[in-house]
């Protein structure tokens, strides 16, 4: 059995001394989960933008570049040696709009903030349900005469540089300032409006059309502005089709139609908890409390 042993060592050592198990700590564990999540993000963000068709031209090119390196075609290395300088360059540029959308969403994502909080008592509440109520009120009273509204309503990330291309109000809100606001023919119908907590800071606003080409072609500029202030932002936009009464909203880039007042409400009512009323460990805690007290009731 030893020499066996013996045997299969020398074998080794001679044959497969190349086959070594590297030694794997925390921080390597770390390292590869990390980079797994970068390349996943970069693979779904390829994924979901015009990069992906660019993406596979690239695969092409490159393979027509080994080609040339197998048979060595020395001016077309030459020209791909060159080349590969400004092209990356040029693709910065081409997709530049995709590049910002990525680093924004990577920058909206709460790794963190949900862990800890300062106060775990603390209840936070964006807007109050009269503001929910008013909302509601104001949009299906616009719903129900056909009359065309767009409502930015924000949420953490501030809509100041959107809220400068309109008219300041910073107004209470109310369903009869929101009906009033987008009666046709009036100074103040054309464009969004932004809420930001109970008031209306700004009408008349200007907003990124999204360059989604699987939206419904039946949508409008309307609808098209609301996907894309939700694209480049986390605010929920709420929409009033001017052509058929339909109430819609819009949030993280997706759009949901056609919406009754409950389900308008729940979305709002949603919104309106800032989420920094409790940590997510506070909220484990008490569950574990929570079962922990029904085992022992029910062991009694």
């Known amino acids: 059995m030893e020499g066996f042993l013996s045997s299969l060592i020398a074998f080794r050592q001679k044959y497969m001394f190349w086959m070594t198990i590297p030694k794997v700590t925390g921080i390597d564990i770390v390292e590869i989960i990390i980079i797994a999540f970068l390349l996943y993000s ?8 015009r990069a992906w068709a660019l993406f596979r031209g690239i695969i092409v090119i490159l393979v027509f570049v080994l080609l040339a390196a197998i048979f060595q075609m020395n001016t077309i290395l030459w020209i791909a040696g060159k080349a590969i300088n400004v092209g990356i360059i040029a693709l910065a540029v081409i997709f530049q709009p995709e590049l910002r959308r990525a680093l924004e969403q990577l ?10 909080v300062w106060d775990p008592n603390r209840a936070v509440k964006r ?5 929910v109520n008013e909302i509601v009120k104001g949009t299906f009273e616009m719903a129900k005469v056909k009359t065309g509204a767009l409502i930015v309503v924000e949420k953490d990330i501030q809509l100041s540089e959107y809220e400068r291309t309109g008219i300041a109000i910073d107004s209470l809100i109310s369903s009869q300032l929101l009906i009033n606001i987008f009666e046709k023919n009036t100074p103040l119908h054309d464009g969004a409006i932004i809420v930001r907590g109970d008031r209306v800071v700004s009408a008349t606003c200007y907003l990124p059309l999204s360059d989604n080409m699987d939206l419904d072609k039946e949508l409008g500029t309307r609808h098209r502005a609301a996907v894309g202030i939700s694209e480049v932002s986390d605010s929920l936009t709420i929409i009033v089709s001017e052509e058929t009464g339909a109430v819609s909203t819009a949030m993280g880039g997706s759009i949901v139609r056609r919406l009754t007042e409950e389900e308008l409400k729940k979305q709002l009512m949603e919104l309106q908890d800032a989420g920094y009323g409790e940590s997510k460990l506070t909220k484990i805690k008490r569950r574990i409390a929570h079962a922990k007290k029904n085992m022992e009731s029910n062991h009694e």
């Open 107 to 116: 920058g909206r994502k709460r790794f963190f903030s949900g862990l800890f």
């Open 127 to 131: 807007f109050s349900e009269r503001t």
């Open 42 to 49: 970069i693979l779904i963000w390829v994924k979901n933008t």
